[in-house]
């Protein structure tokens, strides 16, 4: 019931809304200002080839564990830095390929999908950890849109599913940590974490596995001194 009435609460919200306008209308610019943003460096060089190679053997009903096009072979899953089973890069790919028939725009499809499901779990954990609604929506487009996340993600797409994750994974910390112990917040937070793992390079995943953990125990460590 608590969970219906944020999810209402924040159907309602104007500033929620506005940050989200306002992240769509920042994305668009970038991209009419320097067409391709986020495919620079290694996401066209290394990335987007084997990333669309390996969609290319999904969709043909194999699994894409080898890259036989790059030297005398390579290794796709094995590497852990090609998310090519990760949900959002496979629906990123179809919409950029069946919808606007143009595999160059997966990545920035990809970015654009995750800006707006960064700016969403920031928003949501600056709430629930006290910040009123306008100071949650412009600490949340501050952070999607800081110039480490943008640039970074331009060369490595797989920085920007940290800005999804890491806020995500925190609030929800943060709901078992306030005492909400139903069973589907322990099993969301794994589901979470399992997808986190296959978003890219997972190096980011166990990077965001010591923040939790300084998080949780430093959280614990401040109740009980209070």
Known sequence: MKNSKNTSSLLKNKFFFLGMTISIVFFIIMELSWPYTFLKDDNINQFLPVILEGMKQLFSGVLPVFNQFQATGLPILEYGTYNVLYPPMILSYLISNYFF??????????????????????????????????????????FVFSGYVIAATSSWYYVIPTAVFLPLILYL?????????????????????????YAGNTQFFIYSLFFEFFYVFLSYYKQNRS
């Open 173 to 197: 910390n943060h709901k078992i940590m306030a005492h909400d112990k139903e069973i589907k917040i322990y099993v969301i937070l794994g589901v979470v974490r399992g997808l986190y793992f």
């Open 101 to 142: 028939k143009n595999v160059f725009y997966t990545i920035e499809i990809f970015v654009l999908l995750h800006i707006l499901l960064a700016y969403l779990f920031t928003y949501l954990f600056l709430v629930c950890r006290g910040a009123n609604k306008s100071i949650a929506m412009m600490g949340s487009i501050s």
